[in-house]
């Protein structure tokens, strides 16, 4: 293994208009929250408004770790209680049928060392991921263009939504039939309908991981979830056909994901600000530092939907500071999710778990 990259705060380079495209991205944002609460009357997320499952479980990090992989969160062995929420990446409640990327929020509870600011009185860490290695965008200003034209369509056109996902998941076929993909193409429509808990999740940005820096994963190991990679699920007329797929595993059979992480080993071949840029596993491969069991129970039950849908935040910005999301995606990040969280807190009047501050 190459050596793994020190973190330094220089490792990070500001642009001198992130304060504004910032305050573009929240704007475009707040217009999704106002749109979908004024037609649902209750406030739902900005993005990843659909959970498709939801369910508890414990991470057990590994012991004898070598010293690069004990950091953070795994510099001391031990089972943590986790919640674990999968969704689809609009901020519209979508029927299933538009296929779209899908994402998974991790919340890892009793974590000890020192938090981030942002995250003082909840000693918990989140990570946050997607069905794809890199980000849709080499920085900011793309996703804010992109996300401005979300924000114009959002609960409108759904029919057009249907036809132009049917499109662009034939365009993908193609693709991935010639051993390419496009994360654009996905992004606006063209996920393949497979089964999501076969799918492997990723950071695609940078986090700080204790001395050095990294992005991290989260794979299916136990044998019913491998069995489900690339899996077509027939969504037919099911508007909800995820949460049923879902829900017809882990309520039989639970499951068990392996939590991964990539070091950062050359600056320039996987940069930081660029999270659009895959880093090679061949040069630094993804490896476990712990384990996520997830024990038989509903896959989504409408227990779980109140508390977590309705009262959790999740956030990059909520963790330890030896886990610092770094990189201009991040830094947006940090307002982008407080203002949703406090956005649902205030319509809904239900106090949000992990609403962290900007």
Known sequence: MPTPVRYSPAVETPAEDEAEISAGINAALREILETTARDYGHAVRSVHAKSHGIFEGVLTLADHLPRELAQGIAARPGAHPVIMRLSTNPGDILPDDITVPRGVALRIFEVDGEMLPSAEGLPAQDFIMVNGPAFNAKDTKPFLASLKLLAKT?????????????????????????????????????????????????????????????????????????????????????????????????????????????????????????????????????????????????????????????????????????????????????????????????????????????
């Open 154 to 358: 959002t609960d409108r056109m759904e029919r057009s939504k249907k036809l132009i996902s049917a499109m662009f998941r034939g365009a993908e076929t193609v693709l991935e039939a010639v051993g390419l993909e496009s994360a654009t193409l996905k992004a606006l429509g063209g996920q393949p309908a497979t089964h999501p808990l076969g799918d492997s999740f990723f950071t695609q940005t940078a986090y700080r991981y204790g001395d050095y820096i990294a992005k991290l994963s989260l794979a299916p190991v136990s044998p019913q979830l491998l069995d489900l990679h690339d899996k077509k699920i027939d969504i037919g007329d099911r508007p909800d056909a995820l949460r049923e797929e879902i829900d017809a595993v882990i309520a039989a059979k639970g499951g068990e994901w392996e939590l991964r992480v990539q070091l950062c080993t050359d600056l320039d071949k996987m940069p930081v600000e660029d999270a659009s840029v895959e880093w090679d596993q061949a040069q630094s491969p993804f490896r476990a530092i712990g384990r996520v069991v997830v024990p038989p129970q509903p896959g989504r039950s409408a227990e779980m939907a109140r508390r977590v849908d309705d009262g959790m935040g999740f956030s990059p910005w909520q963790g330890l500071a030896a886990h610092q999301p770094l990189g201009v995606v991040n830094r947006a990040r940090r307002s982008a999710y407080p203002m949703s969280a406090a956005f649902r807190a205030a319509f809904n009047g239900c106090p949000v778990m992990g609403q962290t501050r900007g």
